[in-house]
């Protein structure tokens, strides 16, 4: 194709399509673009994909080596020729229908070896003196589904499961999952590549035929040459070890010590549970929670000893937590529980460990957390979340330069995350510095248009900023069924804009449907507090302390400052960290 469009940097992997027309040309008889005029069979050489051949091996061969962009095909003819050498072994040993052995299996058997014979020695000869340069920073990018079938679209979480392998290795930088996530499948991995500031990028497209899964992986540098490639067919019950061997299979051609780990199970079915949790989980909404829980416990009943199931059921339910999906107390409890069981299962999980040291943080535990923390650093120094989390700890003790720090370091592991970007931003919030929340917040509004919490959280820091019309037309950007909390969020962005009326209407509706089911009584009493029913805020607030709700910035948050001055509210802080003491395990 790079011929036919007259472009001047035609590299090897030009001879990579070639081999691709002979192949096909041997195994179906026919050239696979072939016209009636050369401008036909060059239109069709641009557009147009040959009918699949009758082996889904050989014919996945034949489309990487066709492939119209070259970042996409083989990096080398030794690639090829390996995979080859498999799919006739795979085919040798296939039974084949009677009418078709004779004309079919051995011919191509016959001549597909002797092809192989031929390229096998070029390719030899052209790379025995060459090795793969060492890289010190990756990123996985989401892998293709090729097949188009929605319910195969929870293999993609192989890759994060590959970038979560990759990330213990002390000398590599890896980018977030997180981050890469926002790259669709047909993104141009040079550009990704110099996007997130990377030495290499791994791409992956994964095919499936009935039982069979079919994926082509290729490391790629910022300028499109290909580091390594390797093609992989498995049937859908060796799906768990897949990851496993993509990983070690890299890092033995980079030349990077991989830290050994048990493996996460030998159940396929509890692993493809599980990869459907994680792409339920993705979605960070109410519906999705639950069924990503329900995944998990799924993956769970399959194989009882699965500790990375049960990490990520710990990590869902925290998120319901937070979220204030449900009440604090339920979602901690359970968190805990869960979490516990993974490290039992198996103590090098860094996501065990991250979820009590998110349990210490809410207890107010410092030492715990830090305990925690340092652990999950020392088995994956590439965890994102960790840095972040310290960054925003260590604003709240105005250690100014030390927080600028970790959250560059949170940024270069994770530069496209909507959610750490956020979370930075409402932390200088809650210190008081809004001047400096607003330009990370527009940000984020730009960046990421479809983040559900940019516009609202821009909102609530507008009004501390007496920016009340910026507030209010931020406010209305925001999606309504985005998150549950929104409602309360538009009536503190009404009352302190002075709409006191709409305000109170939106609090007394909150207090209607808390009734029947869990409303945070946190947003509910920041409503009250800035429409100044300071005896309404302190009765929902006492109701939180009681109920054991998600409050860990009780004590500073700018929301209630309305009420800081009335003596009820120290007691109530008070209250609130010695009943954490009393509860903490």
Known sequence: PEQVRGQLDIDHRADVFAFGCMLYEVVARRNPFEDSSPIETMHRIL?????????????????????????????????????VRTAITTTAMKPVPLPFRRRFSRRLIAIVAAAVAVTAGGAYFATRHTSTPAIDSIAVLPFANMTGKAESDFLERIAEDAARDLGRIPTLRVIASSSTMRYGHDADPRKAARELNVDAVLIGKLRTTSQTLLLDAQLVRPDGTALWSNHYVRSLAGVPGLEDELVADLCDELGLKLPSRRPATRSPEAYQAYLRGRHELQQQTAPAFKKAIEHFNHAIALDPEFALAYAWLANTHGRQAVFRVVPARVGIRQQRAEALKALSLDDSLPDGHWNLALIASFNGDDAEYARHEARVLALDPNFAPAYIERANRLLIQKRFDEANAAFAKALELDPMSPVLQSSYAMHLHLIRRHEQAVPLLLNLTEQFPDYANAWPFLAIVYTHLGRHDDALAAIAQATPESNPNLPLWTGLVLARAGRTDEARAIADQADERA??????????????????????????????????????????????????????????????????RVLKP
């Open 47 to 83: 557009n147009f994909d040959p009918p699949p051949l009758p082996d889904a091996y050989i014919d996945s061969i034949v489309r990487r080596c066709l492939e119209k962009k070259p970042q996409n095909r083989y990096a080398s003819m030794r690639d090829v020729a390996r995979d």
């Open 515 to 580: 009734k029947i089911r869990f409303v945070a009584t946190y947003y509910r009493a920041q409503v009250r507090a800035a429409l100044g029913e300071r005896d309404a805020a302190f009765s929902l607030l006492e109701q939180g302390v009681r109920d054991d709700e998600w409050m860990p910035w009780l004590w500073y948050d700018p929301r209630f400052d309305p009420l800081r001055s009335d003596p009820r509210f120290a007691a109530l802080v008070e209250t609130q960290r010695q009943r954490k």
